[in-house]
Each structure stands twice: as structure tokens, then as C-alpha cells.
């Protein structure tokens, strides 16, 4: 079982940013993958940023040259620096983890395929 639990949301205006945190408990398979996803109200979730135990990263279109992951080398701690926040950046963002060593394009496309997430943390951007 894994435990993640996200910090650091908030509300800034257009331009803003923010960093994201996330720490991780319980049992973590070193072949583990790590990753941001978010849901706006009314949306379906999305992927935003994976990292996999290699280091490899994978970003969402929408926030590419915007966004950059990190993880400790650990894996237990996972961050995400947001700058240049936009008001459709405003969603739940949750913090995931895998074990089961899907690829980083397929977990960003579907989401649903991670198989723990935190509670997730608000963040919301104004213009």
C-alpha cells in the first residue's frame, strides 16, 4: 500500500506560480512511476507531468515550457514547479504512483491506469 499526500495549492493570478509537493509512504517498488494529474470541475482528469525510476519525463502539450517534475532520488518525495499559470490551469491536482511499469505516454493518456492517488490540492488561477 502506498500513501501520498499533496501540499502547496493555492490561488494566484494569470502569470503565477506555484510549487506542488508530494510525499510518499508505504511500500515504493523501486521500478516505480510518479506523476501529476488534474481535474478541473466538470472535466475529465488529466495528465499533466510523469517521471519515471529512470528519470525519464513526460509533459502534457498544454504545459510544456510551463511546468517541470521532480522527485528525490528517494522517490518519495515529488514536486511540481508551475510558472506562467493560465486561469485553464485551474483544477484539482493529484499526485500518482505506479508499479506495474506502464509506459509514461500511456499513463499521461489515461490517467485511471495509476494506481494510487493523494487527495489532491486545489489550485486556482484569476485573470
Known amino acids: 500500500q502506498v500513501e501520498l499526500a499533496e501540499s502547496g495549492g493555492g490561488s494566484v493570478q494569470d502569470g503565477g506560480s506555484l510549487l506542488l509537493s508530494c510525499t510518499a509512504s508505504?511500500?515504493?517498488?523501486?521500478?516505480?512511476?510518479l506523476g501529476w494529474f488534474r481535474q478541473a470541475q466538470g472535466k475529465e482528469a488529466e495528465g499533466v507531468a510523469i517521471i519515471d525510476s529512470n528519470g525519464h519525463i513526460t509533459y502534457a502539450d498544454s504545459v510544456k515550457g510551463r511546468f517541470t517534475i521532480s522527485r528525490d532520488s528517494a522517490m518519495r518525495r515529488l514536486s511540481l514547479y508551475m510558472y506562467g499559470l493560465k486561469p485553464e490551469d485551474t483544477a484539482v491536482y493529484y499526485c500518482?504512483?505506479?508499479?506495474?511499469?506502464?509506459?509514461?505516454?500511456?499513463?499521461?493518456?489515461?490517467?485511471?491506469?495509476?494506481?494510487?492517488r493523494g487527495q489532491g490540492t486545489q489550485v486556482t488561477v484569476s485573470s
Open positions: 500518482a504512483a505506479d508499479h506495474r511499469g506502464f509506459a509514461r505516454e500511456s499513463l499521461l493518456q489515461n490517467v485511471q491506469l495509476f494506481q494510487w
Open positions: 508505504g511500500y515504493m517498488y523501486s521500478g516505480r512511476t
